[in-house]
Protein backbone atom coordinates (compact mmCIF):
# COMPACT_ATOMS: atom_id res chain seq x y z
CA UNK A 1 0.00 0.00 0.00
CA UNK A 2 1.75 3.32 -0.94
CA UNK A 3 -0.76 5.37 0.45
CA UNK A 4 -3.76 5.70 2.27
CA UNK A 5 -7.49 5.76 1.51
CA UNK A 6 -7.59 8.90 4.35
CA UNK A 7 -6.22 9.61 7.37
CA UNK A 8 -7.99 7.50 9.35
CA UNK A 9 -5.92 4.62 8.13
CA UNK A 10 -3.30 5.88 10.16
CA UNK A 11 -4.70 5.50 13.76
CA UNK A 12 -2.69 2.61 15.36
CA UNK A 13 0.14 0.90 14.94
CA UNK A 14 2.46 3.34 16.88
CA UNK A 15 5.85 2.08 18.12
CA UNK A 16 7.27 1.25 21.05
CA UNK A 17 10.89 3.24 22.08
CA UNK A 18 13.30 2.10 24.20
CA UNK A 19 13.85 4.47 27.04
CA UNK A 20 15.86 1.89 29.45
CA UNK A 21 18.24 5.41 30.29
CA UNK A 22 15.39 5.99 32.85
CA UNK A 23 15.61 3.08 34.37
CA UNK A 24 16.98 2.85 38.10
CA UNK A 25 17.43 -0.87 38.02
CA UNK A 26 19.90 -2.15 35.44
CA UNK A 27 17.63 -5.49 34.97
CA UNK A 28 14.95 -3.48 34.22
CA UNK A 29 14.10 -2.36 30.74
CA UNK A 30 11.51 0.34 29.99
CA UNK A 31 9.90 1.16 26.57
CA UNK A 32 6.88 3.82 25.74
CA UNK A 33 4.56 2.93 23.46
CA UNK A 34 4.13 6.60 21.32
CA UNK A 35 0.45 7.24 21.24
CA UNK A 36 1.14 11.04 20.18
CA UNK A 37 2.30 9.19 16.53
CA UNK A 38 -1.42 9.07 15.86
CA UNK A 39 -2.74 11.13 13.33
CA UNK A 40 -4.79 13.08 15.75
CA UNK A 41 -1.89 13.43 17.99
CA UNK A 42 -3.29 10.85 20.70
CA UNK A 43 -4.05 7.75 22.12
CA UNK A 44 -7.67 8.96 21.40
CA UNK A 45 -7.82 8.04 18.06
CA UNK A 46 -8.04 4.84 18.77
CA UNK A 47 -11.42 5.09 20.87
CA UNK A 48 -12.69 7.46 18.56
CA UNK A 49 -12.23 5.92 15.48
CA UNK A 50 -13.23 2.47 17.62
CA UNK A 51 -16.86 4.12 18.99
CA UNK A 52 -17.66 6.16 15.87
CA UNK A 53 -17.14 2.48 13.71
CA UNK A 54 -19.61 0.62 16.03
CA UNK A 55 -22.01 3.19 16.39
CA UNK A 56 -22.31 2.74 12.21
CA UNK A 57 -22.38 -0.83 12.26
CA UNK A 58 -25.31 -1.05 14.73
CA UNK A 59 -26.99 1.68 12.67
CA UNK A 60 -26.88 4.58 15.52
CA UNK A 61 -25.02 6.81 13.03
CA UNK A 62 -26.76 8.54 9.78
CA UNK A 63 -25.19 10.51 7.55
CA UNK A 64 -25.17 14.36 8.91
CA UNK A 65 -25.52 13.04 12.90
CA UNK A 66 -24.69 15.27 15.53
CA UNK A 67 -22.57 13.67 18.62
CA UNK A 68 -22.29 14.75 22.02
CA UNK A 69 -19.34 13.62 23.83
CA UNK A 70 -17.61 15.08 27.52
CA UNK A 71 -14.13 15.34 27.01
CA UNK A 72 -10.94 16.88 28.91
CA UNK A 73 -9.58 17.29 24.91
CA UNK A 74 -7.87 14.24 23.33
CA UNK A 75 -11.57 12.17 22.94
CA UNK A 76 -12.63 15.30 21.96
CA UNK A 77 -10.30 16.65 19.47
CA UNK A 78 -10.09 12.83 18.20
CA UNK A 79 -13.27 12.65 17.53
CA UNK A 80 -13.32 15.71 16.05
CA UNK A 81 -10.92 14.60 13.40
CA UNK A 82 -12.98 11.29 12.75
CA UNK A 83 -16.21 13.37 12.01
CA UNK A 84 -15.04 15.98 9.79
CA UNK A 85 -13.98 13.01 7.76
CA UNK A 86 -16.77 11.44 7.74
CA UNK A 87 -19.28 13.78 7.81
CA UNK A 88 -20.75 14.01 11.15
CA UNK A 89 -21.33 17.43 13.28
CA UNK A 90 -19.78 17.24 16.79
CA UNK A 91 -20.44 19.43 20.21
CA UNK A 92 -17.56 18.50 22.79
CA UNK A 93 -18.57 19.59 26.76
CA UNK A 94 -14.97 20.42 28.24
CA UNK A 95 -13.72 21.40 31.53
CA UNK A 96 -12.53 25.48 30.83
CA UNK A 97 -9.36 24.77 32.56
CA UNK A 98 -7.75 22.50 29.68
CA UNK A 99 -4.98 23.93 27.34
CA UNK A 100 -5.54 26.43 24.92
CA UNK A 101 -4.25 24.29 22.26
CA UNK A 102 -6.91 21.38 23.03
CA UNK A 103 -9.54 24.23 22.06
CA UNK A 104 -7.56 25.75 19.21
CA UNK A 105 -7.19 22.11 17.92
CA UNK A 106 -11.20 21.69 18.42
CA UNK A 107 -11.85 24.72 15.79
CA UNK A 108 -9.28 23.24 13.48
CA UNK A 109 -11.56 19.90 12.83
CA UNK A 110 -15.02 22.37 13.32
CA UNK A 111 -16.05 20.77 16.27
CA UNK A 112 -18.37 22.97 18.69
CA UNK A 113 -17.06 23.89 22.62
CA UNK A 114 -19.82 23.85 25.46
CA UNK A 115 -17.74 24.97 28.81
CA UNK A 116 -18.14 22.90 32.22
CA UNK A 117 -17.17 24.64 34.90
CA UNK A 118 -13.14 24.15 35.45
CA UNK A 119 -13.92 23.27 39.06
CA UNK A 120 -15.30 20.36 38.64
CA UNK A 121 -12.81 19.11 36.08
CA UNK A 122 -14.08 15.81 34.13
CA UNK A 123 -16.58 14.76 36.31
CA UNK A 124 -18.41 17.99 35.77
CA UNK A 125 -18.10 17.36 32.14
CA UNK A 126 -19.54 14.02 32.45
CA UNK A 127 -22.37 15.76 34.46
CA UNK A 128 -23.11 18.58 32.26
CA UNK A 129 -23.20 16.17 28.92
CA UNK A 130 -25.75 14.20 30.34
CA UNK A 131 -27.75 16.58 31.12
CA UNK A 132 -27.53 18.25 27.56
CA UNK A 133 -28.46 14.13 26.32
CA UNK A 134 -31.87 14.79 28.34
CA UNK A 135 -32.82 17.24 26.69
CA UNK A 136 -31.65 16.94 22.97
CA UNK A 137 -32.30 13.36 22.97
CA UNK A 138 -31.49 13.26 18.93
CA UNK A 139 -27.88 13.89 19.67
CA UNK A 140 -25.98 10.80 19.77
CA UNK A 141 -23.97 10.44 22.81
CA UNK A 142 -21.02 7.75 22.05
CA UNK A 143 -20.03 8.26 25.90
CA UNK A 144 -16.43 7.42 26.52
CA UNK A 145 -16.78 6.31 30.25
CA UNK A 146 -19.12 3.54 28.94
CA UNK A 147 -18.62 2.70 25.73
CA UNK A 148 -17.56 -1.02 25.43
CA UNK A 149 -15.89 0.49 22.10
CA UNK A 150 -13.09 2.08 24.16
CA UNK A 151 -11.64 -0.70 26.29
CA UNK A 152 -12.07 -2.79 22.74
CA UNK A 153 -10.18 -0.30 20.79
CA UNK A 154 -7.05 -1.69 23.35
CA UNK A 155 -8.15 -4.67 23.67
CA UNK A 156 -8.25 -5.42 19.83
CA UNK A 157 -5.49 -2.54 19.05
CA UNK A 158 -2.95 -1.25 21.93
CA UNK A 159 -3.01 -4.88 23.62
CA UNK A 160 -2.25 -7.31 20.14
CA UNK A 161 0.72 -4.52 18.83
CA UNK A 162 2.42 -4.73 22.49
CA UNK A 163 2.45 -8.05 22.58
CA UNK A 164 3.58 -8.88 19.04
CA UNK A 165 6.54 -6.23 19.41
CA UNK A 166 7.40 -7.13 22.94
CA UNK A 167 6.64 -10.66 24.06
CA UNK A 168 8.79 -10.10 27.56
CA UNK A 169 6.90 -7.53 28.48
CA UNK A 170 5.94 -8.33 32.25
CA UNK A 171 4.69 -4.98 33.66
CA UNK A 172 2.26 -2.65 31.95
CA UNK A 173 1.84 1.13 33.03
CA UNK A 174 -0.82 3.45 31.72
CA UNK A 175 -2.36 6.68 33.12
CA UNK A 176 -5.81 6.16 34.40
CA UNK A 177 -8.51 8.50 32.95
CA UNK A 178 -11.74 6.52 31.20
CA UNK A 179 -9.24 3.37 32.13
CA UNK A 180 -10.33 2.13 28.84
CA UNK A 181 -6.38 1.90 27.96
CA UNK A 182 -5.74 -0.07 31.33
CA UNK A 183 -9.18 -2.38 31.30
CA UNK A 184 -8.60 -3.22 27.46
CA UNK A 185 -4.76 -3.55 27.30
CA UNK A 186 -4.35 -5.27 30.55
CA UNK A 187 -7.36 -8.00 29.95
CA UNK A 188 -5.27 -8.82 26.54
CA UNK A 189 -2.01 -9.34 28.07
CA UNK A 190 -3.46 -10.90 31.22
CA UNK A 191 -5.32 -13.63 28.98
CA UNK A 192 -1.73 -14.10 27.00
CA UNK A 193 0.30 -14.03 30.46
CA UNK A 194 -1.50 -14.20 33.47
CA UNK A 195 2.10 -13.01 35.12
CA UNK A 196 1.88 -9.62 33.37
CA UNK A 197 1.23 -7.06 36.24
CA UNK A 198 -0.68 -3.83 35.64
CA UNK A 199 -0.59 -0.60 37.27
CA UNK A 200 -2.38 2.26 36.98
CA UNK A 201 -1.47 6.21 37.31
CA UNK A 202 -3.27 8.49 38.31
CA UNK A 203 -2.90 12.09 38.96
CA UNK A 204 -3.76 13.82 42.02
CA UNK A 205 -7.32 14.67 42.40
CA UNK A 206 -6.19 18.15 44.16
CA UNK A 207 -7.66 21.22 43.38
CA UNK A 208 -9.94 19.31 40.57
CA UNK A 209 -11.98 17.62 42.96
CA UNK A 210 -12.87 20.81 45.30
CA UNK A 211 -15.74 21.54 43.00
CA UNK A 212 -17.21 18.15 44.16
CA UNK A 213 -20.59 19.25 46.67
CA UNK A 214 -20.34 15.79 48.44
CA UNK A 215 -18.77 12.52 47.76
CA UNK A 216 -21.25 11.09 46.19
CA UNK A 217 -20.55 13.59 43.41
CA UNK A 218 -17.91 11.47 42.76
CA UNK A 219 -17.71 9.08 39.39
CA UNK A 220 -15.58 5.53 38.54
CA UNK A 221 -16.55 5.20 34.63
CA UNK A 222 -18.85 1.97 34.12
CA UNK A 223 -16.32 0.54 31.91
CA UNK A 224 -14.00 0.21 34.83
CA UNK A 225 -16.53 -2.20 36.20
CA UNK A 226 -17.95 -3.87 33.53
CA UNK A 227 -14.34 -4.59 32.29
CA UNK A 228 -13.70 -6.38 35.83
CA UNK A 229 -11.09 -3.04 36.74
CA UNK A 230 -10.43 -4.46 40.13
CA UNK A 231 -9.03 -7.34 39.20
CA UNK A 232 -7.07 -6.39 36.17
CA UNK A 233 -5.49 -3.44 37.83
CA UNK A 234 -2.35 -4.94 40.49
CA UNK A 235 -1.16 -1.45 41.20
CA UNK A 236 -2.83 2.09 41.30
CA UNK A 237 -0.62 4.90 42.35
CA UNK A 238 -0.31 8.59 42.49
CA UNK A 239 1.74 10.98 40.74
CA UNK A 240 2.31 14.66 41.44
CA UNK A 241 2.51 17.66 39.01
CA UNK A 242 6.17 18.20 40.07
CA UNK A 243 7.60 14.61 39.57
CA UNK A 244 5.23 15.13 36.04
CA UNK A 245 6.39 17.79 34.85
CA UNK A 246 10.66 16.61 35.95
CA UNK A 247 10.17 13.51 34.11
CA UNK A 248 7.98 15.27 30.97
CA UNK A 249 10.96 17.45 30.75
CA UNK A 250 13.40 14.75 31.32
CA UNK A 251 12.08 12.92 27.89
CA UNK A 252 12.46 15.90 26.18
CA UNK A 253 16.26 15.95 26.84
CA UNK A 254 16.53 12.31 25.58
CA UNK A 255 14.61 13.40 22.32
CA UNK A 256 11.12 12.39 23.44
CA UNK A 257 8.40 15.44 22.97
CA UNK A 258 5.68 14.14 24.75
CA UNK A 259 2.69 15.24 27.17
CA UNK A 260 2.52 15.91 30.35
CA UNK A 261 0.84 12.85 31.83
CA UNK A 262 3.33 10.94 29.52
CA UNK A 263 5.63 12.32 32.45
CA UNK A 264 3.45 11.13 34.86
CA UNK A 265 3.22 7.72 33.53
CA UNK A 266 7.02 7.34 33.22
CA UNK A 267 7.70 8.23 36.99
CA UNK A 268 4.96 5.23 37.75
CA UNK A 269 7.21 3.01 35.27
CA UNK A 270 10.41 4.35 37.41
CA UNK A 271 8.68 3.30 40.15
CA UNK A 272 7.69 0.15 39.18
CA UNK A 273 11.11 -0.28 37.87
CA UNK A 274 12.41 0.36 41.69
CA UNK A 275 9.92 -2.14 43.01
CA UNK A 276 11.03 -5.07 40.84
CA UNK A 277 13.86 -7.35 40.70
CA UNK A 278 14.01 -7.62 37.01
CA UNK A 279 11.79 -7.36 33.91
CA UNK A 280 9.98 -5.34 30.75
CA UNK A 281 7.74 -2.57 31.89
CA UNK A 282 6.08 -1.39 29.21
CA UNK A 283 4.43 2.10 29.35
CA UNK A 284 2.09 4.13 28.02
CA UNK A 285 2.69 7.62 26.54
CA UNK A 286 -0.72 9.18 25.50
CA UNK A 287 -0.23 11.92 23.85
CA UNK A 288 3.00 14.08 22.11
CA UNK A 289 3.72 17.71 23.59
CA UNK A 290 2.46 20.00 21.34
CA UNK A 291 -0.82 20.83 22.81
CA UNK A 292 1.02 21.60 26.23
CA UNK A 293 3.71 24.51 24.38
CA UNK A 294 1.34 27.02 26.41
CA UNK A 295 1.95 25.82 29.97
CA UNK A 296 5.82 26.72 29.43
CA UNK A 297 6.59 23.06 30.61
CA UNK A 298 9.75 23.31 29.20
CA UNK A 299 10.76 27.11 28.45
CA UNK A 300 9.39 28.40 31.70
CA UNK A 301 10.76 27.77 35.68
CA UNK A 302 9.44 24.86 37.26
CA UNK A 303 7.83 26.52 40.14
CA UNK A 304 5.81 28.42 37.97
CA UNK A 305 4.67 25.51 35.83
CA UNK A 306 3.94 23.53 38.48
CA UNK A 307 1.19 25.95 40.22
CA UNK A 308 0.05 26.20 37.03
CA UNK A 309 -0.43 22.57 36.61
CA UNK A 310 -2.46 22.75 39.54
CA UNK A 311 -5.49 23.97 38.33
CA UNK A 312 -5.21 22.38 34.93
CA UNK A 313 -6.62 19.38 33.58
CA UNK A 314 -3.89 17.04 31.95
CA UNK A 315 -5.38 13.80 31.96
CA UNK B 1 3.02 7.88 66.60
CA UNK B 2 -0.06 9.21 65.57
CA UNK B 3 -0.28 9.35 61.25
CA UNK B 4 -1.21 12.18 59.29
CA UNK B 5 -4.72 11.48 57.57
CA UNK B 6 -5.14 14.52 54.80
CA UNK B 7 -8.67 15.70 53.76
CA UNK B 8 -10.45 16.78 50.57
CA UNK B 9 -11.93 20.38 51.12
CA UNK B 10 -15.80 18.24 51.49
CA UNK B 11 -14.94 16.49 54.28
CA UNK B 12 -12.55 19.24 56.14
CA UNK B 13 -16.51 20.81 57.37
CA UNK B 14 -16.46 17.73 59.77
CA UNK B 15 -12.90 18.35 61.20
CA UNK B 16 -12.93 22.04 62.25
CA UNK B 17 -11.90 22.86 58.63
CA UNK B 18 -8.52 21.35 58.76
CA UNK B 19 -7.12 19.85 55.82
CA UNK B 20 -5.14 17.07 57.85
CA UNK B 21 -5.57 15.54 61.12
CA UNK B 22 -4.03 12.33 62.89
CA UNK B 23 -5.21 9.04 63.79
CA UNK B 24 -3.98 6.32 65.66
CA UNK B 25 -3.12 2.81 65.05
CA UNK B 26 -1.47 0.07 63.33
CA UNK B 27 -3.59 -0.27 59.98
CA UNK B 28 -5.22 1.87 58.01
CA UNK B 29 -8.69 0.79 59.09
CA UNK B 30 -8.08 1.61 62.54
CA UNK B 31 -6.46 5.15 62.08
CA UNK B 32 -9.75 5.69 60.44
CA UNK B 33 -11.38 4.58 63.37
CA UNK B 34 -9.58 6.82 65.42
CA UNK B 35 -9.99 9.48 63.57
CA UNK B 36 -13.85 9.02 62.94
CA UNK B 37 -14.11 8.37 67.20
CA UNK B 38 -12.54 12.24 67.00
CA UNK B 39 -14.90 13.99 64.60
CA UNK B 40 -17.85 11.80 64.32
CA UNK B 41 -19.11 13.67 61.68
CA UNK B 42 -17.23 11.56 59.04
CA UNK B 43 -19.15 8.42 60.35
CA UNK B 44 -20.07 6.30 57.68
CA UNK B 45 -18.61 8.74 54.77
CA UNK B 46 -15.25 7.14 54.07
CA UNK B 47 -16.41 3.30 55.67
CA UNK B 48 -19.69 2.67 54.83
CA UNK B 49 -21.80 0.89 57.83
CA UNK B 50 -21.01 -2.70 56.22
CA UNK B 51 -17.48 -1.96 57.24
CA UNK B 52 -16.29 -1.20 53.48
CA UNK B 53 -14.70 1.82 51.51
CA UNK B 54 -17.04 4.14 50.15
CA UNK B 55 -17.48 3.08 46.50
CA UNK B 56 -16.52 6.66 45.87
CA UNK B 57 -13.75 6.86 48.17
CA UNK B 58 -10.17 6.71 47.36
CA UNK B 59 -7.96 6.10 50.53
CA UNK B 60 -3.70 6.34 49.66
CA UNK B 61 -1.01 5.37 51.45
CA UNK B 62 1.54 7.59 50.56
CA UNK B 63 0.61 7.44 46.81
CA UNK B 64 -0.51 4.02 46.31
CA UNK B 65 -4.39 2.97 46.54
CA UNK B 66 -5.20 0.95 49.53
CA UNK B 67 -7.84 -0.75 47.30
CA UNK B 68 -4.57 -2.81 45.37
CA UNK B 69 -2.94 -2.61 48.71
CA UNK B 70 -4.58 -5.03 51.65
CA UNK B 71 -7.31 -2.58 51.79
CA UNK B 72 -8.43 -1.08 55.38
CA UNK B 73 -5.78 -3.95 56.54
CA UNK B 74 -2.67 -2.60 54.65
CA UNK B 75 -0.26 -1.82 57.86
CA UNK B 76 1.17 1.70 58.32
CA UNK B 77 4.60 2.80 59.75
CA UNK B 78 5.66 5.66 61.45
CA UNK B 79 6.24 8.80 58.79
CA UNK B 80 3.00 7.43 56.27
CA UNK B 81 0.65 9.50 55.48
CA UNK B 82 -2.91 8.62 54.72
CA UNK B 83 -4.66 10.68 51.87
CA UNK B 84 -8.70 10.67 51.46
CA UNK B 85 -9.65 11.68 47.73
CA UNK B 86 -13.12 11.56 46.14
CA UNK B 87 -12.86 8.95 43.17
CA UNK B 88 -12.65 11.27 39.76
CA UNK B 89 -12.61 10.74 36.09
CA UNK B 90 -10.05 11.91 33.17
CA UNK B 91 -10.34 11.31 29.48
Given at each position: MAYCRNILDLVGNTPLVEV????????VRILMKL????PGGSVKDRVALAMVEDAEKSGLLEKGATLLEPSSGNTGIALAMVSKVKGYRLKVVMP?????ERRQMLFAFGAEIIESPGSEGSNGAVRMAEKIHAEHEEWIFLYQYANHANPMAHYEGTGPEIWRD????THFVAGLGTSGTLVGVGKFLKEHNPAVQVWAVEPPAGEM?????????GYIPPIFNDFGGMQILDRKTVIGPRESIEWTKRLAESGIFAGISSGSALAGAVRCAESIESGVVVVVSADAGWKYLSTGVWTEDIDVVVERARTMVYF | MPVEIRLPSILRVHADGKSTVEGNGSTVGEILEDMVNAYPGMDGQIVTADGSLHKFVNVYLNDDDIRYLSNLDTSVSDGDTISILPAVAGG
Open positions: SEFSPNPDEGQNQNVSECPDVVDGLRSLDD | -
